[in-house]
């Protein structure tokens, strides 16, 4: 496992939830990283997706106005700041890393993947 996602957990409707991504490997320091969610049930769908440097961005449709994707590059993390959440985004969240430096929402532009972390909104 190249990426270490955390940050998961039970939470309310309404809560705010930040989820850390850690690449100790240095593996994505130019490349494009993203996040993804799997719901029980469903495929896994994109999020979020950052360019190399953290100028462009890019979400769902599901995460616009709600969720922020922002990276550290000098510390090799990656961060999604999930604010309003809804019982809808409980799913188990990846991080990924891309093949280039450029955004995508392809599942198939990311060879770097994170185990996973839960997150669970009640209602």
């Known amino acids: 496992v190249q990426l270490q996602a955390s940050g998961g957990g039970l939470v309310q409707a309404w809560d705010s939830l930040r989820l850390p991504c850690a690449d100790p490997k240095r593996t994505s320091s130019n490349n494009a990283m993203a996040w993804f969610r799997q719901a029980p049930g469903k495929e896994r769908e994109f999020v979020a997706t950052i360019n190399w440097n953290g100028v462009n961005t890019y979400y769902a449709d599901s995460a616009k106005g709600r969720f922020t994707i922002s990276r550290d590059r000098a510390q090799n993390r990656l961060y999604l700041q999930m604010n309003s959440l809804k019982p809808e985004d409980t799913a188990v969240y990846y991080c990924?890393?891309?093949?280039?430096?450029?955004?995508?929402?392809?599942?198939?532009?990311?060879?770097?993947w994170g185990q996973g972390t839960q997150v669970t909104v009640s209602s």
């Open positions: 990924a890393a891309a093949r280039s430096s450029s955004i995508s929402a392809n599942r198939d532009a990311y060879i770097y």
